[in-house]
């Protein structure tokens, strides 16, 4: 069984430009949500992916916006990326309806210069 | 406005003793609470739950306890090991269809030999 694994790990990207970034959910996961990090704060709810569909939001911006694929993977777009938008990115996968826990990848740093 | 709070951002307790990591909440909202454990660079680990209907949860060395009333949780670790050096978020997650996590900024726990 694999866990969430997350691509990149790192990046840096300049302000004004677009990014993606990938989740791939633990074997079996149907939902995946995403979060943003910042510093020396606690994660906060961008949006959740379940059958392919976002399941609600948090409040971000549209340029936010997600996909998830028939194998339950995963990707966060970032448009017009702004200095603000540098923070940790962490993907949680579950199972919808089964259980309350949630399971984390590693995250990816993106930072905006 | 933090719907989750913990209020300690740091602890430091000796080795074997008990460790106990608060945390309070405004929003009756809420069926399942969370707690992760973080180490830098990494994404949250799962540690334990506890439903809204409950008032105790054991897991080896973790126990969350909840009193509704109080509207206050906490996560006892008995005894505690260097290993659990870490920062430790409490979670709680939103009832409706998504479910998301709403998190406490943390508390970082310094277990010392």
């Known amino acids: 069984e694999t866990g969430v694994t997350q691509s990149p790990t790192h990046l840096i990207k300049t302000r004004g430009q677009q990014v993606t970034l990938r989740c791939s959910s633990q074997?079996?996961?149907?939902?995946v949500s995403w979060y943003q990090q910042a510093l020396g704060q606690g994660p906060q709810f961008i949006f959740q992916?379940?059958?392919?569909?976002?399941?609600g939001r948090g409040n971000f911006p549209p340029r936010f916006s997600g996909l998830q694929f028939p194998n339950y993977s995963s990707e966060l777009n970032v448009n017009a990326l702004e200095l603000d938008d540098s923070a940790l990115y962490l993907c949680?996968?579950?199972?919808?309806?089964?259980?309350?826990?949630?399971?984390f990848g590693q995250g990816t740093r993106l930072t905006v210069v | 406005d933090q719907q989750v709070k913990q209020n300690s951002p740091s602890l430091s307790v000796q080795e074997g003793r008990i460790s106990i990591l608060n945390c309070d909440y405004t929003?009756?909202?809420?069926?399942?609470f969370l707690w992760y454990k973080k180490y830098p660079a990494e994404g949250p680990t799962f540690l334990i739950s506890?439903?809204?209907i409950k008032d105790k949860n054991e897991d080896g060395r973790f126990t969350v306890f909840l009193n509704k009333s109080a509207k206050h949780l906490s996560l006892h670790i008995v005894p505690s090991q260097p290993g659990d050096s870490a920062v430790y978020f409490c979670?709680?997650?939103?009832?409706?269809?998504?479910?998301?996590?709403?998190w406490g900024l943390g508390t970082s726990l310094a277990v010392n030999p």
């Open positions: 949680a996968s579950s199972i919808q309806g089964i259980g309350a826990e949630a399971f």
């Open positions: 074997s079996g996961h149907n939902t």
């Open positions: 992916y379940y059958r392919e569909e976002e399941n």
């Open positions: 929003n009756s909202m809420f069926d399942y």
């Open positions: 506890i439903s809204s």
């Open positions: 979670a709680a997650r939103e009832v409706g269809n998504n479910r998301k996590l709403i």
